[in-house]
């Protein structure tokens, strides 16, 4: 079915890179040229933007997503798109979407999607009750894949949705495929294979890492894999103010075994006017959680040219997103 589902011979193929995963959105009710367009949407990491699409031509489907989900990293969409056909990807590391089952609406935020809905916003009880009831409060920034709206249904990452003219024919996470490519044989191994990609992306960017560092496993694991594969550049080490058990306290110990310096974030800015002014615009374009330490950033714009990784980042995936959500009541996905 997936390898046929282009097979359609068209005149021309446009292939293009899109500056940010945070402007996607698609009307895939709307007509469209008859020419088959391939965008990607954001920015891998492990490889630049322009192979990642070259890999997708050139490999059948299972074999282009068993490779995204053991190299896919960054946070990017992939939309293979022609008249009546829309197929999109979105990598492990995507931040998430959403879209609507019946109207073919696709959209990075939950403002654009339910914006071109217009008037037929309806609130889902279902999902409203699950996420204040069920959700775990950790993962209250992390929507499950129901939304409190009607048909409004989540684009998690590691997921692959398709249509033809607007209607939603397949809808499900490669990440859980039975076609994937063999792990890393050692947790080592995995940690070094992923660091080396971040290492790269720094280096050609110039930019340097930040880490939020709670001296947790997580953390302490990528702090170290960067280490060893940034060739003494400098690594940012922040720790925030909001708890005891993931904060200074545990912090600044482990810090001090390892000779590494922590810059530290006071958890003000629950009574910041300015954090307040910028969490407001934020709530506009979507639906975000008030509080975590990473609200801590938000008035910190030094950090706006460099990626702030966190163990979260991985527990995100391999827990809450892919695993808690999806065995207890995610009904769309």
């Known amino acids: 079915m997936f390898r046929s589902l282009f097979s359609r011979r068209v005149e021309t193929v446009e292939t293009s890179v899109s500056p940010s995963a945070e402007s996607l959105f698609l009307d895939l009710g709307a007509r469209t040229a008859a020419s088959r367009t391939i965008r990607l ?31 896919g990293i960054g946070n990017y969409v992939l939309v293979d798109r022609n008249r009546e056909h829309c197929r999109i990807v979105t990598s492990p590391g995507y931040c ?23 008037d037929d916003v309806r609130i889902d009880p279902f999902g409203f009750c699950y996420f204040l009831g069920y959700a775990p ?27 033809r003219r607007g209607e939603r024919t397949a809808f499900y996470s490669y990440i859980r495929h039975g076609r994937r490519l063999d792990p890393p044989a050692t947790f080592e191994a995995a940690m070094k294979e992923v660091a080396a990609a971040l290492a790269a992306h720094f280096r050609a960017n110039r930019v340097s890492p930040a880490l939020m560092f709670s001296g947790g496993a997580d953390c302490l694991a990528i702090y170290l894999a960067l280490r060893d594969r940034m060739g003494g550049a400098p690594i940012r080490a922040i720790t925030v103010s909001h708890g005891r058990a993931n904060g200074p306290d545990r912090a600044f110990a482990v810090a001090d075994n390892l000779g590494m310096e922590i810059e530290h974030i006071e958890d003000a800015y629950s009574t910041s006017v300015e954090a307040h002014r910028i969490l407001e615009g934020m709530m506009r374009r979507e639906i975000v959680s008030g509080r975590g330490p990473n609200m ?38």
């Open 96 to 118: 998430g979407g959403y879209l609507h089952a019946g109207r073919g609406l696709v959209g990075t935020t939950a403002a654009s999607v339910l914006a071109a809905l217009g």
């Open 296 to 333: 801590a950033l938000l008035e910190k714009p030094d950090l706006g040219g460099t990626i702030v990784v966190h163990g979260q980042n991985m527990d995100a995936i391999t827990h809450v997103n892919m695993l808690v959500l999806q065995a207890n009541l995610d009904r769309p996905y």
């Open 41 to 71: 949407h954001g920015e891998p990491i492990a490889q630049p933007p322009e192979r990642v699409i070259d890999t997708y031509r050139r490999k059948p489907l299972d074999a282009f997503l068993a490779s995204e989900a053991r190299h």
């Open 137 to 163: 409060k950790s993962a209250y920034n992390q929507l499950p894949f129901c939304t409190p709206f009607e048909d409004v249904l989540r684009l998690p990452p590691a997921s692959v949705a398709e249509f």
